[in-house]
Every structure is written in structure tokens, then in C-alpha cells.
């Protein structure tokens, strides 16, 4: 059982047939055909040699097949996490040295490290720190950014900076020399990517091509414009006019290697590593998510964790960049119908062979033709209207978002998604820090405790009723003793307090403490502090404080129990309990406080 | 009133009568007799010239008596804080260097500003972060830290480090090189100390003293030791024999003077003022709301922050060190009877004659015995039982604890209370992100639901019924994907699903667009998801968004009405409802379902 929870692999193989077999492997075609260009792509785009995206290409898919628990991701260089990386690098080394090399490498090993463990130790939890709105607004700023950063490539100018202030005042200083052959490559990709995305395949259908054949063909525009260019390059020896190819590129397949054991550059690539392991984590829970549940399949999050940190140690391990599950593939790898992770493993030797066959051709690809497939993928990302609906429905959320946009945008991606989780969690330990609470006062003739401002009801000037509704724990436990105290002063006569509890869920320590200063207050004040409908499991817990010894007052079970022992004795005598007009008074007292 | 509210002074001072100004005199003589010993004292702790522990007790008390809210505060240098600023300033500077010196007045500006600004922007409630547990333990360790940073005074050797750790080794080290008159002086002067606090008193009393005027004295011991001591150097000349003296102290008051203005050394602080911030605040409050209490009136923690800051400010431009309210001098002053923060301001006062009166004699006090009473001073705050309490009541408040002081004795304070807030938040959101979650069946004849596993009730295979007990936001919105998405996988037969919402105080952004993301995948599963008891806020806000059109199924007023659709349709007799015995089948149905 164990051994199948880490070894999802186990779950799948055995019944492994030869339809299986022949759906997974036209699936690993297409996405081979998909995976190539952009391997290469988001190679560039993190600073780093061509090969390093093939590399990540090939060991990370066969473990994650072996490791991971959704049945379509597919797994491998994606264009968010390029950035992160080239981001985490800029400070250590000049893109494309052999240190920044080793720097993707050891960044892609940490994250695995960090994945692995997070995931043993059953941390998926922590994910949850990034919230929706803050995702979302991050990947829109790194879309931006991404596409901004490939301009450069697209028209053949030098341009350097990691976000888009830098990037457009470089670019803006250097549109001078744009580079005509180049720009004419670029600009012919993209458009016909443009062209592809939008209307390709409408005009097949029209032709008579079948809804799947045309919407796969579309899918395959990529790798025909780098076909095409590349033949262009070499058919006119483009080099020679300045258009910049990708170069030679080493045949064959990676090495194994160790990444470097500096333990100065592992700390200075520590939060880069996380940053890269969550993002692309949320993001491939995500989608795995969204694929399986078409299937009624589910993925097991902390597992996928496992996989995902065995993928990267794989990338790392074999030279390649950080890795992670991409939403564009991983969609067409179920829309042409994998049914296993062994399509992934296809998609592995695909890539090997790539590179034992490739590389040649490989090396008179225009980067320019690589930019535009860039901008293509990414402005999909791009979800302005996003924005919108946010603002419309939670301004607190709205403000995380911007946060986190602004700050990728005009500063970095560390410091956007950081600003945008300190914000987020903030405004919500704002929100709990200030839980609803009311003064209650008796529904007359009934049991029941409403709150006096909403509510025409009995109140006493000597008992006070407060009703917390809200967990009590350290976010909010200083607004009950102000709010307790804020009371104390404003009613000079009051003798009693009944804090009544029937939604408090949890009271933590520091809420304890709280309490036991709240009731030293009161006894300090001349009021004796009360509780009524104190939860069984609150209760057990507080029976192993002093906090019960030391309460100036009692703990009722009901509210309505207090007034009857508090507030009746002051002897009102239409008080009296019971006698309504089919009322059993003793009925679910409980239920009514609330 | 606004300006009231930002100048409490506006509110006692035209009350002010000669008897207040009598309780308050005698108050401040009593104060200023401790405060001398304990700011040379923690100037020495933190590293400063004796006179910077006078400056932070002249202006600052004066602008507290203007800007803050408690009557009996004693606001000045205090170990914590001290101990917090030598931090601070260890990796800038050389203790007693010019620019350490600018550095602690740096501390203090910047400290100051950043109270004032949590002032006025109302952001008291980001103390919260700051749970009890790691308060206590924070403050523990601390005490630990500094009693074992003073002992190289105590017996005149060399040591240093700024973590138990490292003084311990260092002091281990330098044990040979004891120095005999030192000793003899500072180990006097700890056995007096700790004889006057445990027995001074109850001797006084039997001898006939009252028990105010023993307890007075006793805590007078300070300043005995101080004089005794000081004269005992001065008539043996002990400066000859190698015993290490205060020494010389610019006599007069303290001129206003600026921080320094380099951005880099800003950035440098940045955490260590607001770590410095935020302790001595959540501590002031503690004390202040305690003391206030005891008199039924109150403290603003808003304003606080802006009298704390106004403090801060007046000892950085006036030479002084990071200020805060300090524990026993403000009990002092509550005991002997301050009315007012006037108190304070005639503290001040006499804090400014020993300036210009006692300097001379203050050149000859011996560090040990300083160190004796910084020593004693902070036994008192090391708190182990709680330690013990804390395991007692929650496994996960004592692990936030452990893991600050295990990081404050062995690292830094910085990385102990960052360690420590991070995990209490950590482990908050883990708590939080596993929401109490049911499904629920029809009790049978009736219209309420109950968890199945709990209790004996109606089910149906087609419609599951699952209750969620917490408000839903981004800490536990993928929680629910996962729960929904376990469900429908384990139910083949599963048609519809209802999410039972009376418990749903909030939906925030990331939370709705889980409800989409499950509405979308039970759609392509087939299965229908509906809601029922959604709160009127709640729905409002619903209603702006896409859902409840995208929605499978529909929104419910109540789970029976939802049973009644969904399940009766089914075709079983007996789940008729209504002509249960006494039952009125429409009554309060919301009530039911928790």
C-alpha cells in the first residue's frame, strides 16, 4: 500500500495493455513535435545554452512517469519558471558562462530537494500561501515581462533586465540598430504564429479538415516555422548576414553530473529555489487537477510533490534547467489521448533522439524564430480581465494582485510574489484579527440571544452577554481583551460578563492567555467573568489550565442558563423561565445562541 | 476630539489637581531612583557610553506624557530592547565606536518612524503576529542571553558572541584570566541583589517596618549597591588595581543632534528597527493594558504606537537609544501611586538633574556592579513553567516557542523571533487549511442534517450532502477541491453534489475560483454541484460573479429543501416529510444543519 502511494507507478503498470500503449505513444509524438521548439526556446529565455532545455527534456519526463501521480502532465521546461531562473541567476554570473550553467543546475537539484521534502514531510500545505488572485497577477506580470524580454531577439538589438522598466529602457536606448534580416525572420514567425493561433484552423476546417485534425495542426505551427526558418538560414547562409542562429550545439546525450558544493551559492540560491518549486508546483497541481477530474481521476498533491522533486533532481543531475508541468502541453497531451505517464516516457526518448539527431539542424535556428514562439506562448497567459473580476468581487484581494503585479513589473519576480504573500496573508490575519462579535440580549419569552442592536431584546445593566463568533487564536486574541476591556469602561455598573461561545472551534495559547489576563482584569475591576456554550473538545482542553480554578465567575452550559442564575435574581418577574405558549424551555438551548 | 484622541495630554491635564501632582512627584522620585542604575546599565548592555542611557530617559519620557495613552507607564531603555539594539548594531560597527553610537540613534529614529507610521495608519493589529508563546519564549531566551553576556563584567574577563553559543565558549575560554577585585565587587553586589529581592523585605517587616515602605526599599536596593560600590571604587582607588569603572561622562544635558543620512546603513537596520518596534510595543501594551485595567481605564494600542514612536523619535534626536515601556519600573510606578503620565515628565526632570549633577560620581561606579543588576534584573524574566504550560495545552503553540528560543540562544534574536512568527503563522495556516468538513444525512422524520459518521441518518447513493464548517479563503480552497474531488472519485454513482454553506462566513477570491474549478470539473465528471444556506452576505457578493449562472445545479434556501429536490424525487415513501409527531417540518430549518 505504502510502496504504491510513492511508487504511483505501481498503481498503473500492471495494467498496462497495448491500447494503452498505442494511445500514449501517439500522444508522445505531438508532444515531442511540441516539446522541441520550446525546450529550446525557454533555454533561451533562461539565459541558458540550447541543450540545457533538451536535457530537461528527457531524465525529468521518465521520473516523473515513475513518480508522479497525474495520468497527462506533461513535465518539463516551462516559460514562468525560465524567467524565475534566469531571474535567480542574473546576481551570481553573466548568462551563458559556465558558472550560470552551473547555477540552473544546482537551482533545478535544490528545488528538487526542496520538492522531495516538502513532499515527504507532507508540506503541499505551504502552497496554499499563494493565493489565487496573487498567482494570477503574477503570472500576467511575467507574461509581460517574458514577452518584453524577447523583443530583443525578435529584431536583433542587445537589451538586458529582469523586469519590464529595465527592459523597455534598454530596449528604447537600443532601437537604433534594429537588425533588418532579423526583424524580417522574427516579425515573419510571429505573425504566422499569430495567423496559426487565430485562424489556421477555422481555414483548415473550411477545407474540408476534420475539427481534431485541424485544431492538431494548428498545435504543430511552432515546429513548422522553425522548420521553415531554419531551412531559410542555411539555404542563405543567414549567419553570415548577422542574423543570430543558436549555434552548435553538443550531439548526444547528457552527461550525469554533480551540481556545484558551495555552500555560498546555495544560500544565495535558496529563495530562488523556493520561489521556483512553489510556483511551479501550484501551477502543475493545477492543471493536473483540471486534466484528471475530466476523468474522474484524481492526483494525490503531496505525492505530486515527490514527482515533481524527482523530475528536477533528474533535470539537475543531467544538466538540465528546472523543471516543472506545463499547461499548453499537458492539455494537448489529453486531448490526443495519453492514458498513462509512459506517454511521457515516450516523449523522453523523443527528445533523446532529438538530440542525437537534431543538433545539426538544430544549430541554424534563428533565436528570432525561437523569441516569437515565446511571445505567442506567453501571451496567453496574459489575463488582464482577470483583474477586473477581481476588483469586482474583493477589494483586499484586488489589492494583493496589483501588489504583486506592480512589484514583478517595475522590481523583480522574488519581490513580486513575495510582496504579493506577505500582503495576502496579512490582509487576511487583518480580517480574522478583527472576528464579528456582539453584545446579546434575551428574545423576551424565549431562550434565545440575539444581538441587541439588530434585535429587540431584554438586556440587564449589571450582565453583560458577549458573543464571539470566531475561533479565538494569537490574530485575534488582543482584540477580545480590547473589546472586553472597551466594554468594562463604558459600563460602570457592570458586575458580570458572559463570554458565549458556541463558535469557537479552537482557543490556542495565546488566546489562553488572553483569557486568563482578561479575567485578572475583571477581577481587578470588581466584574466576575463567565462562559457559556463552551464546545466539548474547548472544553476538555481548558480543564487542564488554571484558567477554570481562577474564573471570578462559572461556566454555564447554556446561555440562557446564565441569565437565569445572573440576570432573574435582580427580580423581574416577567423573567420568569418556561410557561410560553408551547415552548419547551429546556429544548436545544445550543442551537438558538446562535 | 480628534485632536483628544492624538493628544491624550488634552485629556488629563485640564483635570490636573495639586493632589495628582503630589501622588505623581512622589512617583517620579521613586522612579528616577531606579532608572539611574538601569539605563547606565543598559547602555552597558547594549554596548553605549554610560550618558546614552540617560539621554533615552530625559525626552523621551516627556513626549510620552504628551503622545501616550496609559497613566502609569514607565517609558526608557529597557534589557530586551538593549539586548535587541546590540544586535542590531554588532555586524555595523565596534561597540563604543562613533558609529556605533550614531548607529543606536539610528535605531531609535527609524524605530521611531516606523511606530508612528503603524500609528497612524491603524496597523496595531500587525503585533499580532507576535503570538504569547513566542513572546514568552522569545523573551526567555533573551533574558538567558543577556544574564550570560554580562558575566565577562561580572568577573572582569574578555568574551563575546551575541548568542548564548558563542558567549559561552568565549567566556569558557577567557576563564583563566578571573580578575579578583572584580569579582569581589560584582559578586557582592549580585548576593546583595538577590538577597534584597528574596529576603530584604520580610526582614525589614519583622524588624517593624511597614510592608510599603520594606517593599519600597527593597526595591531600592539597586541604587545602594550603586552608591556603595561607586564610593567603595573611589576611596580604594579601585581604577588602579584594574577594576573596570564607567568612566568619564560629558556632564550636562543632551544636545539634539540628527541621525546619520546614509541610505545603505538605513537598509542595513531596516529589520532590526522594526523587530525592536514591534517587541517593545507588543510588550508596552501588555504592560500598559494590565496596569490600566486595575484602575478600569484604558489604553489605545493605535495611539500607543504613535507615543512609543514620539519616544523613539525624542531619544534618537536627543543621542539616546531605542526606548519602550519597561515591566517593573511602570509596576513601581503604579504601586506608589503615579495619577499621570505627568509622573513621567517629572522622571524626566530628575533624570536631567543627575545628568547635570552626578557625573562625576558616576565616572567611578564599577561595570560589575552594573552587570549584577542587569543580571538580576532579567532573572525575573526567564520564564521555564511556561515552557511547561505551553507543551501542556498545544503541541503546535509549544513548537513556534521551542523553535524561538532553541534560534535566539543559538543563532541571533533576529532569526529566533523571524523563526518564531513565521512557524506560529505556518502552523496557523496548516490548522486552518484542513477545515472541519462533514457529510451529512437526514435524520430521519426530521428536517435536520448530522454528520453520518456520528450520527444514524438518511443517505442517498446519487446525492451527497457535504457541510463545510469554516469560511472558505485561500489557505483552504484547494482543501476543498481535494475533499469534492475524493468524494466523487470514491462514488461512481454519484449525480449531485451539495455543498452545505450555514458555516460560510466569507469567500474570497481564491476560494470562488475553486468553486468554479469544482463546478467545472463535477460538470465534466457529470455530476451537478448545488449549495445550500449560503449566509445573505455571502450570496450578495455570489451574485456578481459568474458562478451562480455557470452553476450544474441550483442554490437552495435550505439542505431539506435541497433532500426534498434531490433525493425524494427518488421515489421512497417514508422520506415524505411533515406528520412527524409534534414536528413543525418548516420551522427554523437553518438552525438544524450545524
Known amino acids: 500500500m505504502s510502496l504504491k502511494r510513492y511508487l504511483p507507478l505501481l498503481q498503473w503498470l500492471p495494467g498496462y495493455r497495448r491500447e494503452h500503449a498505442v494511445s500514449d505513444l501517439i500522444a508522445a509524438v505531438i508532444v515531442t513535435i511540441m516539446l522541441i521548439p520550446q525546450s529550446l526556446a525557454y533555454a533561451l529565455l533562461a539565459g541558458l545554452p540550447a541543450q540545457v532545455g533538451l536535457y530537461a527534456s528527457i531524465l525529468p519526463l521518465v521520473l516523473y512517469a515513475v513518480f508522479g501521480t497525474s495520468r497527462t502532465l506533461s513535465v518539463g521546461p516551462v516559460a514562468v519558471a525560465a ?57 500576467t506580470a511575467s507574461g509581460l515581462v517574458i514577452a518584453a524580454s524577447q523583443v530583443k531577439h525578435l529584431v536583433g538589438i542587445e537589451a538586458n533586465g529582469h523586469n519590464l522598466l529595465d527592459i523597455v529602457i534598454s530596449l528604447a536606448a537600443n532601437l537604433g540598430s534594429v537588425h533588418g534580416p532579423t526583424l524580417l525572420i522574427g516579425g515573419g514567425a510571429l505573425l504566422f504564429l499569430i495567423f496559426a493561433r487565430s485562424h489556421l484552423k477555422p481555414l483548415l476546417i473550411r477545407v474540408g479538415a476534420s475539427q481534431r485534425g485541424a485544431e492538431l495542426v494548428a498545435k504543430t505551427a511552432p515546429i513548422l516555422v522553425v522548420v521553415a526558418t531554419t531551412a531559410l538560414a542555411w539555404g542563405l547562409g543567414l549567419d553570415a548576414r548577422g542574423v543570430q542562429l543558436v549555434g552548435e550545439v553538443p550531439a548526444g546525450l547528457p552527461e550525469l553530473t554533480l551540481p556545484p558544493l558551495e555552500w555560498g551559492l546555495w544560500k544565495q540560491l535558496a529563495v530562488g529555489a523556493l520561489l521556483i518549486s512553489v510556483v511551479g508546483f501550484v501551477e502543475s497541481v493545477s492543471v493536473g487537477q483540471t486534466l484528471a477530474a475530466k476523468r474522474r481521476q484524481r492526483i494525490d498533491p503531496d505525492q505530486e510533490l515527490i514527482g515533481l522533486g524527482a523530475a528536477n533532481l533528474g533535470a539537475g543531475f543531467s544538466g538540465g534547467m528546472p523543471v516543472t508541468g506545463g499547461f499548453s502541453r499537458s492539455v494537448v497531451n489529453f486531448d490526443v489521448g495519453a492514458q498513462t505517464p509512459a506517454a511521457g516516457a515516450y516523449t523522453a526518448v523523443g527528445i533523446a533522439l532529438a538530440t542525437l539527431v537534431l543538433t545539426p539542424a538544430i544549430a541554424w535556428l534563428p533565436t528570432a524564430t525561437l523569441a516569437a514562439t515565446i511571445i505567442v506562448a506567453v501571451a496567453s497567459l496574459i489575463d488582464f480581465p482577470a483583474l477586473v473580476r477581481t476588483w469586482r468581487y474583493s477589494r483586499t484581494d484586488f489589492g494583493a494582485m496589483l501588489a504583486t503585479i506592480v512589484l514583478t513589473l517595475l522590481h523583480s519576480v522574488e519581490a513580486g510574489i513575495m510582496a504579493g504573500v506577505g500582503l495576502s496573508i496579512g490582509l487576511f490575519l487583518f480580517r480574522t484579527s478583527r472576528p464579528h462579535s456582539a453584545v446579546v440580549g434575551r428574545v423576551p419569552g424565549t431562550e434565545h440571544f440575539r444581538n441587541i442592536q439588530r434585535h429587540k431584546v431584554e438586556t440587564s445593566a449589571h450582565v453583560t452577554f458577549l458573543r464571539v463568533d470566531e475561533s479565538l487564536y494569537f490574530a485575534n486574541a488582543r482584540f477580545l481583551e480590547e473589546r472586553v476591556m472597551d466594554l468594562v469602561t463604558r459600563q460602570p455598573d457592570l458586575q458580570d460578563l458572559v463570554l458565549v461561545c458556541p463558535a469557537v472551534n479552537l482557543i490556542d495559547a495565546s488566546a489562553l492567555e488572553s483569557l486568563e489576563a482578561i479575567n ?60 410560553e405558549p408551547g415552548g419547551k424551555p429546556a429544548e436545544m438551548p445550543a442551537s438558538g445562541a446562535r
Open 83 to 139: 524567467l524565475m531562473t534566469a531571474a535567480a541567476l542574473a546576481p551570481i554570473a553573466e548568462p551563458g558562462s559556465a558558472e550560470y550553467v552551473a547555477g540552473a543546475v544546482l537551482l533545478a537539484v535544490m528545488s528538487g530537494l526542496m520538492l522531495t521534502a516538502m513532499g515527504l514531510l507532507k508540506l503541499g500545505f505551504l502552497a496554499n500561501f499563494l493565493s489565487h488572485p496573487v498567482i494570477s497577477g503574477f503570472i
Open 520 to 579: 485578572e482584569r475583571l477581577t481587578d475591576a470588581g466584574v466576575r467573568l463567565h462562559l457559556s456554550e463552551v464546545k466539548g473538545p474547548v472544553m476538555d482542553r481548558l480543564k487542564s489550565t488554571q484558567l477554570l480554578s481562577r474564573l471570578g465567575g462559572q461556566v454555564f452550559l447554556s446561555t440562557f442558563e446564565a441569565w437565569r442564575s445572573l440576570v432573574l435574581p435582580e427580580g423581574k418577574p416577567e423573567d420568569k423561565p418556561g410557561g
